[in-house]
């Protein structure tokens, strides 16, 4: 069973803003002659990478809640210029939006095992996914969701 992460989308906004920035980053990727993807680079280097590329994702908390997730493609470690080691967590260039979970804010990444995680939002049902995201917020905080 896969490992996931998952980590705070600091600078976005909305899943919106998220997609943009990777949308620029895949585009930048096939410009090099690469696949698309989008690179996070992290201090803390996982220990548990196996289960992490066996299907694993990378989920997002933007503005306080679990909204989306991208599929971790592979995780390279490096040292910087300054020698601290440092790993770069490759990510696929789909933004998959999940139901919306609420997560107080952390530093850094964590593990999240596949029982904590929501599910995607296309599993949900008919006509859940076309809401507009304020309305699903307001109806997930009430529970009605």
């Known amino acids: 069973?896969?490992?996931h992460l998952i980590k705070l989308c600091v600078?976005?906004?909305s899943i919106e803003d998220l997609r943009e920035w990777v949308a620029e980053r895949s585009l930048r990727a096939i410009a090099a002659g690469l696949e698309p993807h989008s690179v996070h680079t992290?201090?803390?280097?996982?220990?548990r990478m196996e289960e992490l590329l066996d299907g694993g994702s990378l989920y997002w908390v933007i503005k306080g809640q679990v909204q989306a997730r991208q599929r971790l493609l592979d995780i390279e470690t490096f040292t910087d210029d300054e020698g601290i080691a440092r790993c770069r967590l490759m990510l696929g260039p789909e933004v998959v939006e999940t139901?919306?979970?609420p997560k107080r804010p952390f530093q850094g990444w964590r593990y999240y095992t596949p029982d904590d995680v929501p599910p995607?939002?296309?599993s949900l049902g008919?006509?859940?996914a076309e809401m507009p995201a304020e309305l699903r917020r307001e109806l997930t905080e009430l529970g009605l969701l």
């Open 1 to 3: 069973m896969a490992l």
């Open 11 to 13: 600078g976005a906004d």
């Open 42 to 47: 992290t201090r803390m280097v996982p220990k």
């Open 99 to 101: 139901a919306v979970q």
């Open 120 to 122: 995607d939002l296309t």
């Open 126 to 128: 008919a006509g859940i």
